[in-house]
T-cell receptor
Framework: EAQVTQNPRYLITVTGKKLTVTCSQN?????MSWYRQDPGLGLRQIYY???????DKGDVPEGYKVSRKEKRNFPLILESPSPNQTSLYFC?????????????FGPGTRLTVL | AQSVTQLGSHVSVSEGALVLLRCNYS??????LFWYVQYPNQGLQLLLK??????LVKGINGFEAEFKKSETSFHLTKPSAHMSDAAEYFC?????????FGTGTRLTIIP
């Protein structure tokens, strides 16, 4: 089954404790992206990757890191999480970037930072 | 920069009634527009997309949207609401690097 998977689905952590949220897709997609969803703000892009070893900042990159060493994986790293990073995170992928960018989304990771 | 505005953060309709969710866009180039649906505790699922091939776009689950350049709108409609349509709906516009989403409209269906 073609899908985007994220792990963990739920995470409660404390301020300053490094964490990684994994994202993997099995559709051989070139483009991958991370979004955060907050009430009243919709989804905002954190980072994106047009292909392996190519990453760039989105609209809200502060406090986050990413890497794209393999085509299928695009982990999101919070090196020193803070309470304002409490949010619902989605990973997405598409065949390639560009205007006709139909993206497939993972199930989401709900992160709480105490 | 491209953007979309969704009018109405909450919409309630009776089962069997018309569903109308509003989206207006701002774009300096011909836009690629999308509607996504998010069911409770799930990720986003594509409902339909506009890519300039036709102004009336049909999607899944009986939804459709009409692109109106003169009104810069891309409203989502369904003739008859079903209880299973209760969800949050997002309009989005695409540029080369990302989708830019509206703030979402939560649709409630009244039995």
């Amino acid at each position: 089954e073609a899908q985007v998977t994220q792990n963990p689905r739920y995470l409660i952590t404390v301020t300053g404790k490094k964490l990684t949220v994994t994202c993997s897709q099995n559709m051989n997609h070139e483009y991958m992206s991370w979004y955060r969803q907050d009430p009243g703000l919709g989804l905002r892009q954190i980072y994106y990757s047009m292909n392996v070893e190519v990453t760039d900042k989105g609209d809200v990159p502060e406090g986050y890191k990413v890497s794209r060493k393999e085509k299928r994986n695009f982990p999101l790293i919070l090196e020193s999480p803070s309470p304002n990073q409490t949010s619902l995170y989605f990973c997405a992928s598409s065949f390639r970037g560009g205007f006709n960018n139909e993206q497939f989304f993972g199930p989401g990771t709900r992160l709480t930072v105490l | 920069a491209q953007s979309v505005t969704q009018l109405g953060s909450h919409v309630s309709v009776s089962e069997g009634a018309l569903v109308l969710l509003r989206c207006n866009y701002s774009s300096s180039v011909p836009p690629y527009l999308f509607w996504y649906v998010q069911y409770p505790n799930q990720g986003l699922q594509l409902l339909l997309k506009y890519t300039s091939a036709a102004t009336l776009v049909k999607g899944i689950n009986g939804f459709e949207a009409e692109f109106k350049k003169s009104e810069t709108s891309f409203h989502l409609t369904k003739p008859s609401a079903h209880m299973s349509d209760a969800a949050e709906y997002f309009c989005a516009v695409s540029d080369l690097e990302k989708l830019t989403f509206g703030t979402g409209t939560r649709l409630t269906i009244i039995p």
